[in-house]
């Protein structure tokens, strides 16, 4: 018998900038790449920026081939991915060529999984445009669609290049802005006591968009994140599963409300009721339970989950999913600041236990 062992290396270096005008260095980073040709796919809500970066790419001395989208969760789908395949292949695409991705989570998430299954896979650059994708779905690598169920099919394929560019946030709707914030809490919640008093000493100027407490905001959040993505990049040990603090509610909400309440709105609620599960499972402060609900309120976000959902229905159908697939649950509670604890459990009591803590959460 014989016996070989490799160690293949499938994650490449990134580079992520961070500030208002960082696109404008694109074609000079891609130029040190050994590119020659830049397909860009552009959200049709931000292509005048776009086109700009189109503009600056080519003054690097790069050609470009360009097109635009309309996005939103619709545009994570098949058809869309045939639709970036075809672009590709009708324009010759060819292996030392770059995807240049501009826009909000949904077009990254699609555009990420199209560069990922090119020709098996071509590099790719990220420039997020809403708050939520620069401070949270810009790295990490996870792409993909919405197949028979939300992001069911992907691949992890991490961008070479991201460059949130905050001048974007500029003409970004209220409502949208300010659900970056969920995942940046979540975040704050999970790294612990420094980053989580920045954000409660700063939450003013966040919402009032404040760009150098918006960019420091996305610095630590992103550095947060891809700490964990290098421990458990394709979430094999389980360790990544911490980032999903608050979205088993916050799934349940969203589902029960037939998708009319947006997934950022949905995680603040259900990072409250996850906090209130882990108060009396694992002895979470009482008090920060209460200051984290202020935050999330400061920064524009319910805290409450709506009196119309029937708190038992939502998480039954929720858990109802989880359990044709295997009858365990690992819920990510947090013991302390800083301290998350994965717990492994029968679905019924992952079902109890929340069950519990929103009724609480809404007897406050
Ligand atoms: N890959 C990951 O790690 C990860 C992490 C979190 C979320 N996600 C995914 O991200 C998606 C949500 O992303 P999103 O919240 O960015 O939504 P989105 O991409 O749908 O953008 C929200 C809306 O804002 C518009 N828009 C975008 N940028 C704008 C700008 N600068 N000015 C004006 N309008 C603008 C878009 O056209 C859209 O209508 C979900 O599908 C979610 O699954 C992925």
Redesign the pocket.
């Known amino acids: 018998m014989k016996r070989i062992e490799a160690h293949i290396v499938d994650f490449l270096d990134t580079v992520v900038l961070i500030g208002s005008g960082s696109t404008r260095v694109l074609g000079r980073l891609l130029h040190g790449l050994n590119t020659e040709r830049v397909f860009i796919v552009a ?4 292509a005048g920026k776009a086109l700009e970066i189109r503009r600056s790419v080519e003054e690097a001395g790069l050609e470009t081939v360009y097109m635009e989208v309309e ?3 619709a545009f ?1 789908s098949l058809d869309s991915i045939v639709g970036l395949w075809r672009w590709m292949i009708e324009n010759s695409v060819s292996r030392s060529d770059f995807l240049v991705a501009i ?7 699609a555009a ?1 999984f199209a560069a990922a299954t090119i020709l098996r896979g071509i590099r790719w650059c990220n420039v ?3 708050l ?2 620069m401070a ?2 810009c790295v ?1 690598g ?2 993909g669609i919405d197949f028979d169920g ?2 069911l099919v992907g691949a992890f394929h991490h961008p070479t290049i991201v460059l949130c560019d905050t001048s ?2 500029e ?3 209220e409502r ?1 802005y300010r ?2 914030f969920s ?1 940046i809490v979540k975040h704050g919640l999970l790294a612990g006591h420094a980053f989580y008093k920045w954000l409660r000493d700063h939450s003013h100027e966040l919402r009032r968009r404040v760009m150098d407490a918006v960019e420091e905001a996305i610095a630590r959040s992103l550095r947060f994140k891809l700490g964990v993505v290098q421990r458990d990049y394709r979430e094999v040990s389980g360790y990544r599963m911490i980032l999903n603090l608050g979205h088993t509610v916050a799934h349940a909400i969203e589902h029960a409300s037939g998708y009319t309440i947006p ?2 709105e949905a995680v603040s609620m259900g990072l409250v009721v996850e906090l209130e599960a882990s108060r009396m499972l694992l002895g979470f402060e009482e008090k920060r339970v209460a200051e984290t609900r202020r935050l999330l309120e400061d920064l524009g976000l319910p805290s409450t989950p709506p009196r119309e959902i029937d708190a038992a229905e939502a998480l039954k159908a929720i858990m109802l999913d989880k359990k044709r697939r295997g009858g365990m649950i690992v819920l990510p509670l947090l013991e302390a600041l800083g301290r998350p604890r994965l717990m492994r459990m029968p679905v019924e009591d992952a079902y109890r236990i929340l069950l519990d803590a929103w009724r609480r959460v809404m007897a406050c």
Not at 43 to 46: K, Y
Not at 103 to 109: E, K, N, V
């Open positions: 959200d049709r809500a931000v996005a939103g969760e994570k826009g909000g989570g949904t077009l990254s998430d990420g997020p445009t809403t939520l994708g949270d779905a990490g996870k792409t939300k992001n974007f946030l003409t970004l709707p949208i659900m970056g995942e997934h950022g």
